[in-house]
């Protein structure tokens, strides 16, 4: 909390930005925790209604730099327009947060249809509002750049630690006897590992389905999202698995020889040599819920959904060059979600093309 003398968006002697909860949440047991914080907005979790039903806060804070009256306006406009949008897919069968309460004002002013107490404006003429708050569901499980970042970790320490292991046997050999030739390194795809990367490849390209589906589904409705990222979209776990536990249990295991085997829960098929290279991978099983809906719109132009699925790839392509290649199958199940879809698909190549240009250009 900052101190009396200190303004709520200031910087603390930490560095950090404190801003003040507004009511009621300020005296909310237990506190709201803090999960990320943008440009505009802060995200919390807490409890809504009992202390087992978890919830996000979306808190749009009041800006000092902005004139009152302006600063209402916006946050009221940008608060009612997510609200209306994330209403809108949630009743189209989109998998979005529900939302439970808004309020774009603070302190309760904005709700019920008064006036706040800066009159007309709800928060304007003069006098500074204590900013707005949108409560939503609770959506469990990890992004997608969690999930693949995961997996191509996994990968990567994979291969690096078979490396290690033959490097290891390598030397062990020449000091034994340097007329020993080194042994040969089976072709991945011929051991455990290429198996298990097979395996892995069939999911990734399974979850690349699954969201060019939703995001098909929710410009089918109408809506436009504006900041399509990995990050905005999440993989919420099937219902019977622990969202707490959703990694799968296959390791990759190297033995003296530098040969990978695959090794489950129980531990079969790890030889009593062999080290573990690897962290549990992460589960592909379950839906795309797409959240962060401050920048979305609702519009059925082909130009607007062209640039959201071009701003998707730039961000798939950037956060995740190892997997670009696997954004093709996004496009593919994009495509067959309806008739304008593949419209939209034509459009996106003339986005590219613009947007090639402008990186030539500068």
């Known amino acids: 909390m900052p101190t009396p003398t200190q303004h709520p968006d200031s910087p603390s002697p930490s560095g950090t930005t404190t801003t003040a909860l507004p009511p009621p949440f300020h005296n909310t047991t237990p506190r709201p925790t803090?999960?990320?914080?943008?440009?505009?907005a802060l995200l919390y979790r807490t409890t809504f209604l009992t202390p087992r039903t978890p919830c996000a806060l979306k808190v749009r804070p009041s800006?000092?730099?902005?004139?009152?009256?302006?600063?209402?306006?916006?946050?009221?406009?940008?608060?009612?327009s997510e609200a209306r949008v994330l209403v809108k897919c949630r009743r189209e069968g989109v998998c979005v947060p529900a939302v439970w309460g808004l309020d774009w004002v603070g302190g309760g002013q904005g709700l019920g249809g008064e006036e706040g107490e800066g009159g007309k404006e709800r928060g304007g003429g003069g006098k500074r509002g204590a900013g707005g708050w949108m409560m939503m569901e609770w959506v469990e499980g990890r992004t997608v750049r969690g999930v693949l970042d995961g997996v191509l970790l996994g990968r990567k320490e994979g291969r690096a630690g078979i490396d290690a292991v033959?490097?290891?046997?390598?030397?062990?050999?020449?000091a034994e006897e340097d007329a020993v030739p080194v042994p040969v390194p089976v072709p991945e795809q011929e051991t455990g590992l290429g198996k298990?990367?097979?395996r892995e490849n069939a999911d990734l390209e399974a979850l690349m389905r699954k969201i060019g589906v939703a995001v098909g589904k929710m410009h089918a409705?109408?809506?436009?999202?504006?900041?399509?990222?990995t990050s905005n979209l999440m993989l919420r776990p099937a219902?019977?698995?622990?969202?707490?536990?959703?990694?799968?249990?296959?390791?990759?295991?190297?033995?003296?020889?530098?040969?990978?085997?695959?090794?489950n829960a129980d531990g079969d098929g790890a030889s009593p040599t062999s080290s573990d290279v690897s962290a549990p991978r992460p589960s592909l099983d379950g839906e795309i819920v797409l959240i962060d809906f401050g920048l979305a719109a609702q519009s059925t132009q082909d130009e607007d959904k062209a640039v959201d699925l071009y701003v998707l790839e730039r961000a798939f392509g950037s956060t995740h060059p190892r997997a670009e290649g696997l954004f093709r199958e996004v496009l593919k199940?994009?495509?067959?979600?309806?008739?304008?879809?593949?419209?939209?698909?034509r459009r996106l190549e003339e986005v590219r093309m613009r947007g090639r240009k402008r990186s030539m250009i500068g």
């Open 34 to 40: 803090l999960i990320a914080q943008g440009a505009e």
């Open 63 to 80: 800006k000092p730099y902005r004139h009152p009256t302006l600063d209402a306006r916006l946050t009221r406009h940008r608060i009612l």
């Open 166 to 174: 033959m490097e290891g046997g390598q030397e062990e050999g020449k």
């Open 196 to 198: 298990i990367w097979e």
């Open 221 to 229: 409705v109408g809506v436009v999202h504006g900041d399509l990222t």
């Open 239 to 263: 219902p019977s698995s622990d969202p707490a536990t959703s990694t799968s249990t296959t390791t990759i295991t190297c033995t003296s020889k530098g040969t990978p085997t695959d090794t």
């Open 333 to 345: 199940a994009y495509g067959e979600c309806s008739g304008g879809a593949k419209v939209v698909l």
